[in-house]
């Protein structure tokens, strides 16, 4: 899309100097200089714990406020329903602990064979503390499509819980999130989407999905190391998580174990800003900014993808495992006569970070039968452009 300006996001990132090329933005992106100065600037001005008497505590209120409003609207809830942790697997962690205080011997939870580990084991392990049986949903190892049959399968009027990926961070694959949330929540189930991949490549919205939680990384959208959970206030007001005698039992600090990290939360502010301002068009309110800006980044991002899969299949004897009809721009490749971890390794002597590996997708790698080696992740970040593809297939050339 021509209102898309990957030149002048380039600009912004102090890493892109370095002259390497990033293809491993779905590990976590690199950086830009508004965020590096929003942690920074929080640090060093005067702060302290939250509170209304001083400059310092007022800084932290406000850094604190800020990231909910922020994260609010990038992911489409109410500023209430955000809760920080340190990341999304802690977070899933705690919130399955909770969740799983309500579930008897005769609880269902659904989990897939599409998601990344960080929304399956939490899932199991909470599962057998409460005697509740696992469920599993399938995907189509040929076109990477979660199956709706093995998912209707796996539900019941026992289901508590759908546990879904927003995206896989292995193969790309978006399910159709409002058809999953129609189903389980037929049955009464709630639905809990990990949208850690998708977060970086697309609007998301907590409410428009239909989930009844969101959550995402920020390390992975430009933002600080830190992971949030949206969730539907009147649910999150259902959970009693365990805390301290004297900590709020406010929601969403009930499950905010301990201080929250000022300095990340205001990078992730300035993240979800810099993300609004990629291509925001006409719009004023955020929202509005952030839904123009990721339309355009997917354009732009769809379009380098279809070279990048172009130009390894005019290769030969490449594999291409990203199939799904509608995907993120992450391409998982094997080879017929190389080891993908090698590949990555005579990459990286080039100066081009594209990882080799599962990526601790740990069910969809057993899914394809990728070995522990898995495959080379050729995954795409606002800041990619043209030269850094065209470096990347002439390099891959040279190897195989
Ligand atoms: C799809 C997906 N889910 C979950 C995670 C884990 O996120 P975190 O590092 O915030 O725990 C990752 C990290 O790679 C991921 O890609």
Known sequence: MSDYDVAKVRAH??????????????????????????????????????????????????AVVGAREALADLLGAAPEGVVFGRSFTQLTFDLSRAMAKDWGSGAEVVVSRLDHDA????????????????????????????????????????????????????????????????????VGAWVYVDAVHLTPHASVSLAESGADFVGCSTYKFLGPHAGVVAGRVELLERLDPDKLVPATDRVPERFELGTLPYELMAGATAAVEFLADLAPGAATDRRARLEASMAAL??????????????????????LHSR??????????????????????????????????TFYAHEPARRLELGAGGGLRIGLAPYTDDSDVERLLEALAGCL
């Open 13 to 62: 990132f102090p890493a892109l100097e370095s002259g390497l090329a990033f293809f491993d933005g779905p590990g976590g992106s690199q950086t830009p200089d508004a965020v590096a100065e929003a942690v920074r600037s929080t640090l060093v001005s005067p702060i302290s714990n939250r509170g209304d008497l001083t400059v310092a505590q007022d800084n932290a209120e406000r």
């Open 119 to 186: 929304n399956v084991r939490p899932w199991v392990i909470a599962a057998a503390a409460a005697g509740a049986t696992v469920r599993w949903v399938d995907f189509d190892p040929e076109t990477g499509e979660l199956s709706t049959d093995s998912l209707d399968d796996a539900l019941s009027d026992r289901t508590r819980l759908v546990a879904v990926t927003g995206a896989s961070n292995l193969i790309g694959t978006r399910p159709d999130l409002p058809a999953v949330a129609e189903r389980a929540h037929a």
């Open 298 to 319: 997917e354009a732009h991002e769809d379009r380098l993808r279809e070279r990048v899969e172009e130009g390894l299949r005019a290769l030969g004897g490449v594999t």
């Open 324 to 357: 799904a009809a509608t995907r993120t721009p992450t391409v998982l490749a094997t080879f017929a006569h190389h080891d993908a971890g090698d590949v990555s390794r005579r990459l990286a002597a080039q100066g081009i970070n594209a990882p080799a590996g």
